[in-house]
């Protein structure tokens, strides 16, 4: 049997929790931690929101399209590092009934134009002030994302960031975007 004085057990304790604290701190910023999962067939809560110039959009302009609505923040490190990747994605969906909508959740208009600037977002940015939208859609943690199919239901949602231009998700989406719409759920 060993024995450990306590002054041996506090000096690994804090050991094993400096090692801890450095892995993290080190570990790549880069890691997407986003799962996206597929979801049964529903359909969301309206939205009538503004843009950014304040001109209102509801959710039912993208029907007929494949639309990846995601909520985020300029404060939230994971919401920034998967931007690009977003921006990429409708780039390479162009020839493809699909939209990009973001939802900015409880910030200013000044503060989100200028995170949209400088991160070059061609889509749609709008703004959800009062996080209502956020929380209708039973969305909990930042970001959240949401593919909706061509009818307008949700199909997927992805929780926490995603490397959104990878092939298999581009595939899965232009996928969706061959299905026919339909009236019901």
Partial sequence: MMTVSRRGTAARSTTGLAMLV????FAPFHAFAGELSEVPA???PDFSLPDLAGQPHRLNEFTGKVVLVTFWASWCSPCIQEMPGIQRLAEAM?????AVVG???GEGERRVQ???RRLGIGF?????RDSATFRAWGADVLPTAY?????GRIRHVARGPVEWDRDNIIEMLKQLAAERPTDSD
Avoid at 22 to 25: A, D, H, K, Q
Avoid at 124 to 128: G, H, K, Q, R, S
Avoid at 147 to 151: A, H, I, N, P, Y
């Fill in 22 to 25: 450095s892995l993290l701190w």
């Fill in 42 to 44: 529903a359909s969301p």
């Fill in 94 to 98: 162009t020839d493809t009934p699909f």
């Fill in 103 to 105: 939802v900015n959740v």
């Fill in 114 to 116: 200028a995170t949209t």
């Fill in 124 to 128: 749609p940015v709008l703004l959800d």
């Fill in 147 to 151: 593919v909706l199919d061509r009818s």
